[in-house]
C-alpha cells in the first residue's frame, strides 16, 4: 500500500504532498524533512529504494525535483519506481515539457492527475488518456 | 449534502467528481445514505463512472465491510464488465476479499487465469501498454491475488501454472517494469503449491536479478532470495558469491537487504560468522529503528544457535551495551528469564550464570565507561541472584560495587531500585557489613521516597536475619510461591474501618459508570437521561459493592498460586507501561561517545583472524582476496548444502535449540498431549479407515483447542489483574502459542481408532435415523438444493441446534443403479471449525435413497459472510470416480442463540460491557408496537426478550460459542432507539444491521 506521496525539490521545499494514512499535520513536516534529507544524501549510483522506519521509501529525481514515495513491505518497490515515470509522463502530456513552476501554478490540476491514479493508497489508474480525460473535460468547460 | 447532489446530477463531470470525493474521504454514518445511489451508478452506461462507483464501494468496504456484504454479487459483474478499466477497479476489492478469506473466493480462480492469459497475451487496448507492455500494474495485481488463492492448495495452483509459465515467458523484454512483473511472478511461483519445472524458471529469473549491475535490480533480487530462501537453501549456496560481494556493498540499503538474507539462513554452524556481520553493521548505524531491529534479531538468533556460554554472554552483553535503552524490554526479559530458568543441564546453568557474573564483575571494573540503563538493570540482577555462585569473600566486592553504582549520579532511579534490590538480595548471604550499614545510612534520608522505602525494608530485615533467609531464599527465582492474593488477613482491618463509617469498595467499573450517570444527569439527550433513571432492577443494586475480601474475588481465583518470586519487587517498575526508559544523563560531552562495547574481545578469535586478514588482504594480490572471501563464503553457508537438502513442502526445523526455553506449563501440557497419543497408538487396530482417522484427529484437536480457549482466557484475566504477574502471563502465553504447534505436528502422525470407538461408531451409525428425528425438534432451514446433475443431487439444510450450527448435507442417488462409496468432504475454511458428526460414512448408497452427512459448524472468529465449499465424489458400478462441488453460505445469524437470563442479570451484564453502538431506527409499521417488534426481532434473530418494561425493551442474545450481546430498545412515535452492548466489539455492528433490516423490512 502507498502511504504517502511527495513532490519535493532539491532545496528541501514541498511542493505537493499526499498522504493515504492519517499522519498529524506537524508530524508532516518533521517527515518530509527527514524524508528528503535521506534521498539527498544518496547518490546516482546508489539503490533508489529506502528502508526507513517500518516503511520503505522509493524515489526518483527529475531535474532538481524529487519524487518520493512511501510504502509498506507488501508493495513491489520495481512497480512503484515504474509508477512514479508514468506519472511524470502524464504530466509531460498535459504540461508539454512539464517544470517545477508548472506544478507550482497548477497544483489543483497536478493533485487530479494524482487522483485519478491513486486512491486509498492503490493504484487504481495506470492508462494515460483515461486519466486525463475528466481534466480535458473541465479545460474545455472553462474556455467556452 | 453536495455530495447526493452531484451524485443524482445528469452532468457526468459532477457525478465523476462526487465519486472521487466518495472514494476519498467519506464518513462512515453516511454510507447508507448514499449507497443505492452509487450502486445505480454500476449500471451506469460510462466506464468511468461505473469504475469510480466500484471503487466508492471498496472504500467503504474497507471502512464498513458490513454494509456492503449484500453487494457481493455487484463485485462479480464489475469482475465481468466488459471494460477493462472496471475489471481492474474490482481487483482491489477481490485483492482485499481474498486477503481475509482465500477459500471463499476459489472459484474464481478460473477468471482470473482467464483475464492474466488475456492480459499477458496482448489483447487489451493498446492504450493500456506502458512502453509497449501490456497494463503491467495490473498483470502485478492479478499475480498477487493468484499467489494467495494458490496457496498450499494443490488444485487451484495447477489451474495457473500455464499462465505464470507464459507471464515468465514474454516478460523477457529488458524494460524495468517488466522486472517489477517477473518479481511478481516469481514470489506468485513460490507461494503458490509448488511445481518443479516453475521453481527451476524462477530461479533462473532471481539469478539474471542477483547478477545485475543494476543495483535497483540487484536489490530485488536480494528481496526475491530472501524469500525464496525460505524454502529453498540451496539457491543461497548458488549465489553465495554475490552474497559476499553484497555484505561489503557500499551501499547500506543492499548491506542490510543481505543481513536480512544472512538473518533467514542462520543455523547453528554459522551463527558466529553471522551475527559477528550484523555487529559490525550495527557498530556504524546510527538511526533508532535500524539498531532497534537489528538488536532483536542478534538477540533472537544468540538465544536460538548460541554455540556455547561465553559467546552467548558476549553477544548479549554487546546487545545490551549497543541496543541499551532503545531496544525492545522483551530482549532483557527473556535473557534474565532463560538465566534463571535454565536448560536441562544443571551443572552446565551453573556455568553460564557464573560466567555471565564474572563478566559482569569485569565490565564493572573499567573506569569511565558509561553503560545504558538497561543493560545496569540486567546486570545488578544476575549479580543480585547469582553471585552466590562466586566465593564467599567475593560476595562483600560484589556490595562494594553495587554501592558505588548506586552513589553516582547518572544513573537513574528506577536503576538504582533494581541495584538496592540486589544488595538486599546478597546482604542476606553475608553476616554482617559496613557497605550494607553506610547505605542504609546514606539512603534512609535519601529523598527519593522509593529508596527511603527500599533503605528502610533493607534495615529492618536486616535485623532480623531469620526472616530475611527465609524471604530471600537463595536460587529460587523461578520456584512457586504461595500468596494470599486475595489478602484475607486484611479483612479485620476493613471491617474496622466499614464500621467506623467508611466507604465500601466499589469495583473500578462500578465506578466509572457511577461517574458516567453523574454526568448524564447534566446531559438533556432524552434517551441517555431516561435510561439511567428508568431504572433496571439490577442497576442499583449493591450487587457490584462488596466487604473484605469479597472485593478481589477475582484474582483469588487465578492468582493464588503465583510462580513469580517476590524478590523481585521493587525492580518490576522495568516492565511497566512506561516502555522505554528515560535516556541517560551524561556530565561530560567527551564522554558521550565512547562506545560501551564490552572490553574484552568477543570470544570469537577465528572468526577474528580470518577478517582481520581480510582487511589486510586488500593490499594484497586479487586472487588472495578471492581467496578470503571464499573463506568467508564456506564459514557462512556452512550447514545449507545436503544435510538441510531441499525440502519444499514443509521447513522441517531440524536444528536442536540450544537455548531451549523451559516453561513449566508447556510441559504439563505436553505431557497431556502425549499420554493422548499413547491412548490413541496403544490401541492399534488392524482396519485403516482414512475417514475414522481424521475425525479422531479432528476431535482430538477440540480438546486442544478447548483446552486453549482455557488458558487464553486465564491469561487475559491475569492480564487485568495486575502487572506483577506478569511472568506468569508471559507463559500461559507463551504456552498458548506453542500448543497449536503441537497440534499442528499430530495432523502429520498416523492415528488408528481404538477398538472401542469404532464399536461406539457402529452404534451411532445405527442411531443415525432417531438422531435425525430428534434435529427435527430443533430450528432448522428447509433442504435446499445446491447442486446436482443426472445421477445425484445434493441439497442442505441448516439446524440451529442450542449449541452449535449442524450442516447436514443430503446426497440422493436419482438413478437406479447402486453408488459405490460416495463420499462428502468439505474444504477447510479459515472462520470455521468443522466436525463431522457420526452417520456420515457409509459405505455405499442404495439406490433411490438419500444419504445424510452431517456437520457439527463452530465459528473460530468472528465474521460477517463466509462460503463454506466442499465436493461430493462418488463411483458408479465401474465407471471412474465422479466429483460435484458446492458450496454453502454461512451468515453471523447462523451462529446467534437466544441468551435466557433474568432482567437483574442482564442489568449486571450491562454494566460489564465496554462496546457500544446506538442508531434509531424508523419503523414502518408504527401501528405495530413493542411486543410484536420484539417478537419479530425474537423470531427472525433469535434474539431473547428479556423484559418489557412499558415503552423499553430488553433483549439479549449470544454469539456461539459464548459471546454475550445485549439490546436495549426504546419506542417514541414510530422511532425505535436501539442502544446495544456486548463484549466484542464488532457484534454490535452486525446486530444493529440485521435488526434494522428485520425492522425496516416488516
Not at chain 2, 918 to 945: C, F, I, W, Y
Request: glycine content about 4%; some cysteine; overall charge negative.
Amino acid at each position: 500500500m502507498i502511504k504517502f506521496f511527495l513532490m519535493v525539490n532539491k532545496q528541501g521545499q514541498t511542493r505537493l504532498s499526499k498522504y493515504y494514512e492519517h499522519v498529524e499535520i506537524h508530524k508532516r513536516t518533521l517527515l518530509e524533512t527527514e524524508v528528503i534529507k535521506s534521498c539527498l544524501s544518496r547518490s546516482s549510483d546508489q539503490c533508489s529504494f529506502i528502508e526507513y522506519k517500518d516503511f520503505k521509501l522509493i524515489y526518483r529525481q527529475y531535474a532538481a525535483l524529487f519524487i518520493v514515495v512511501g510504502v509498506n513491505d507488501t508493495e513491489n518497490e520495481m512497480a512503484i519506481y515504474e509508477f512514479i515515470h508514468n506519472f511524470v509522463e502524464v504530466l509531460n502530456e498535459y504540461f508539454s515539457r512539464v517544470s517545477e513552476l508548472d506544478i507550482m501554478f497548477n497544483l489543483d490540476k497536478v493533485h487530479m492527475i494524482l487522483d485519478e491514479m491513486v486512491l486509498n493508497g492503490c493504484i487504481v489508474e495506470t492508462n494515460r488518456a483515461r486519466i486525463l480525460t475528466p481534466l480535458l473535460i473541465i479545460d474545455k468547460l472553462s474556455e467556452s | 449534502m453536495h455530495v447526493v447532489k452531484d451524485l443524482q446530477s445528469t452532468n457526468l463531470l459532477e457525478v465523476c467528481m462526487a465519486l472521487t470525493i466518495v472514494s476519498q474521504i467519506f464518513p462512515r454514518e453516511m454510507i447508507p445514505a448514499v449507497l443505492p445511489l452509487i450502486e445505480d451508478k454500476l449500471q451506469h452506461s460510462k466506464e468511468i463512472i461505473r469504475k469510480k462507483a466500484v471503487l466508492a464501494l471498496y472504500k467503504f468496504h474497507l471502512i464498513a465491510p458490513n454494509q456492503v456484504q449484500h453487494i457481493h454479487v455487484k463485485f462479480r459483474k464489475a469482475l465481468c464488465d466488459r471494460d477493462v478499466g472496471v475489471m481492474a477497479a474490482s481487483l482491489h476489492i477481490y485483492f482485499r476479499m481474498i486477503k481475509e478469506n482465500s477459500s471463499g473466493y476459489k472459484d474464481l480462480t478460473g477468471s482470473f487465469v482467464t483475464i492474466l492469459k488475456q492480459v499477458v497475451g496482448g489483447k487489451l487496448p493498446v492504450d493500456f501498454n506502458y512502453h509497449s507492455v501490456p497494463a503491467p500494474w495490473l498483470q502485478i495485481q492479478l499475480l498477487r491475488i493468484l499467489g494467495l488463492l494458490g496457496k498450499d492448495d494443490q488444485r487451484t495452483s495447477e489451474l495457473m501454472y500455464d499462465v505464470l509459465d507464459e507471464s515468465l515467458r514474454r516478460a523477457e523484454l529488458n524494460h524495468n517494469v517488466t522486472y517489477a512483473i517477473l518479481f511478481e511472478c516469481v514470489q506468485t511461483v513460490y507461494s503458490i503449491y509448488p511445481k518443479t519445472e516453475l521453481l527451476e524458471k524462477a530461479a533462473k529469473c532471481i539469478g539474471k536479478f542477483v547478477l545485475s549491475p543494476k543495483i535497483n535490480l540487484k536489490y530485488l533480487g536480494l528481496k526475491a532470495l530472501t524469500y525464496v530462501i525460505q524454502q529453498d537453501p540451496t539457491l543461497a549456496l548458488q549465489h553465495q558469491m554475490t552474497i559476499i560481494e553484497c555484505l561489503d556493498h557500499p551501499d547500506p540499503i543492499i548491506k542490510r537487504e543481505t543481513l536480512e538474507l544472512l538473518y533467514r539462513i542462520t543455523n547453528a554452524q554459522n551463527v558466529t560468522v553471522i551475527v559477528q556481520k550484523m555487529l559490525e553493521y550495527l557498530h556504524q548505524s546510527k538511526e533508532e529503528y535500524i539498531i532497534v531491529n537489528l538488536v532483536g534479531k542478534i538477540a533472537e538468533l544468540a538465544e536460538k544457535y548460541a554455540p556455547d556460554n561465553a559467546w552467548f554472554i558476549q553477544t548479549m552483553n554487546a546487545v545490551f551495551s549497543v541496543g541499551g535503552d532503545v531496544m525492545h524490554p522483551d530482549i532483557s526479559n527473556n535473557f534474565l528469564r532463560l538465566l534463571a530458568e535454565g536448560f536441562d543441564d544443571e551443572a552446565e546453568d551453573q556455568q553460564l550464570r557464573l560466567y555471565a557474573v564474572q563478566s559482569y564483575l569485569t565490565l564493572l571494573d573499567v573506569e569511565n565507561v558509561f553503560y545504558p540503563q538497561r543493560f545496569l538493570q540486567v546486570m545488578s540482577w544476575v549479580l543480585g541472584e547469582y553471585s552466590y555462585l562466586l566465593d564467599k569473600e567475593m560476595v562483600e566486592e560484589v556490595i562494594t560495587k553495587l554501592y558505588k553504582l548506586l552513589m553516582n549520579d547518572s544513573i537513574s532511579s528506577e536503576t538504582k531500585a533494581w541495584l538496592i534490590a540486589a544488595v538486599t538480595k546478597l546482604t542476606s548471604q553475608i553476616h554482617s557489613s559496613n557497605i550494607v550499614e553506610k547505605l542504609i545510612q546514606e539512603f534512609t534520608t535519601s529523598l527519593d521516597t522509593c529508596m527511603r522505602q527500599h533503605a528502610f525494608e533493607l534495615k529492618y530485615l536486616h535485623k532480623n536475619m531469620e526472616l530475611m533467609k527465609s524471604l530471600l531464599p537463595v536460587d529460587k527465582s523461578c520456584e512457586d510461591m504461595m500468596v494470599d492474593a486475595s489478602l484475607s488477613f486484611l479483612d479485620g482491618f476493613v471491617a474496622e474501618g466499614l464500621s467506623q463509617g467508611a466507604a465500601p469498595y466499589k469495583p473500578h467499573h462500578q465506578r466509572q459508570e457511577e461517574k458516567l450517570s453523574q454526568e448524564k444527569g447534566l446531559n438533556f439527550e432524552p434517551y441517555g437521561l431516561s435510561f439511567s433513571s428508568s431504572g433496571f432492577t439490577g442497576r442499583q443494586s449493591p450487587a457490584g459493592i462488596s466487604l473484605g475480601s469479597d472485593a478481589s474475588a477475582n484474582s483469588a481465583e487465578t492468582g493464588l498460586k503465583e510462580t513469580n518470586g517476590l524478590k523481585l519487587e521493587g525492580v518490576k517498575k522495568l516492565w511497566g507501561k512506561e516502555g522505554y526508559l528515560p535516556k541517560k544523563d551524561h556530565k561530560t560531552g567527551d564522554e558521550t561517545e565512547v562506545s560501551p562495547a564490552p572490553q574484552e574481545n568477543m570470544g570469537m578469535e577465528t572468526i577474528d583472524q580470518t577478517l582481520t586478514t581480510k582487511d589486510h588482504s586488500q593490499v594484497l594480490t586479487q586472487s588472495k582476496e578471492e581467496k578470503e572471501k571464499q573463506l568467508l563464503a564456506s564459514s557462512l553457508f556452512v550447514g545449507l548444502g545436503s544435510e538441510s537438502a531441499v525440502n519444499l513442502l514443509g521447513r522441517a526445523d531440524t536444528v536442536s535449540h540450544k537455548f531451549r526455553r523451559k516453561s513449566k506449563v508447556k510441559e504439563t501440557k505436553s505431557e497431556e498431549a502425549s499420554s493422548a497419543h499413547n491412548v490413541t497408538c496403544s490401541s492399534f487396530s488392524p482396519l485403516p479407515n482414512a475417514m475414522y482417522e481424521e475425525d479422531y484427529v479432528t476431535t482430538l484437536q477440540d480438546g486442544g483447542d478447548k483446552e486453549l480457549e482455557k488458558l487464553a482466557l486465564g491469561s487475559e484475566l491475569l492480564a487485568s489483574e495486575s502487572l506483577t504477574e506478569l511472568p506468569l502471563v508471559e507463559k500461559l502465553s507463551d504456552c498458548s502459542l506453542s500448543a497449536p504447534s503441537l497440534f499442528a505436528d499430530s495432523d502429520m502422525e498416523v492415528f488408528q481408532p481404538s477398538p472401542s470407538t469404532t464399536a461406539s461408531f457402529a452404534k451411532e451409525i445405527s442411531l443415525e435415523a432417531s438422531l435425525l428425528r430428534e434435529t427435527a425438534e430443533c430450528l432448522h432451514s428447509d433442504p435446499t438444493e445446491i447442486c446436482n446433475n443426472e445421477i445425484v443431487s445434493v441439497s442442505s439444510s441448516k439446524i440451529w441446534k442450542d449449541d452449535c450450527l449442524l450442516m447436514v448435507w443430503l446426497v440422493t442417488n436419482k438413478s437406479d443403479s447402486e453408488l459405490k462409496s460416495a463420499n462428502l468432504e468439505i474444504f477447510p475454511a479459515e472462520n470455521f471449525k468443522l466436525t463431522e458428526e457420526p452417520g456420515s460414512c457409509l459405505p455405499a448408497t442404495e439406490a433411490e435413497n438419500t444419504t445424510t452427512f452431517q456437520y457439527n459448524v463452530q465459528m473460530e472468529k468472528p465474521f460477517t459472510d463466509a462460503n463454506l465449499c466442499g465436493f461430493v465424489n462418488y463411483q458408479m458400478m465401474d465407471t471412474v470416480c465422479v466429483q460435484l462441488e458446492f458450496s454453502v453460505n454461512l451468515s453471523l445469524l447462523d451462529f446467534i442463540r437466544p441468551l435466557k437470563i433474568s432482567t437483574e442479570d442482564f442489568g449486571k451484564l450491562w454494566l460489564s460491557f465496554a462496546n457500544d453502538v446506538k442508531q434509531n431506527v424508523k419503523m414502518t409499521d408504527s401501528e405495530a408496537g413493542l411486543p410484536s417488534t420484539l417478537k419479530t426481532l425474537q423470531q427472525k434473530l433469535r434474539l431473547h426478550v428479556v423484559d418489557i418494561i412499558g415503552n423499553e425493551g430488553l433483549l439479549a442474545c449470544q454469539l456461539l460459542p459464548s459471546t454475550p450481546c445485549l439490546v436495549h430498545c426504546r419506542l417514541y412515535a414510530d422511532v425505535l432507539a436501539l442502544w446495544f452492548r456486548s463484549s466484542c466489539p464488532s457484534l454490535p455492528d452486525y446486530l444493529l444491521y440485521q435488526c434494522q433490516k428485520v425492522i425496516e423490512g416488516s
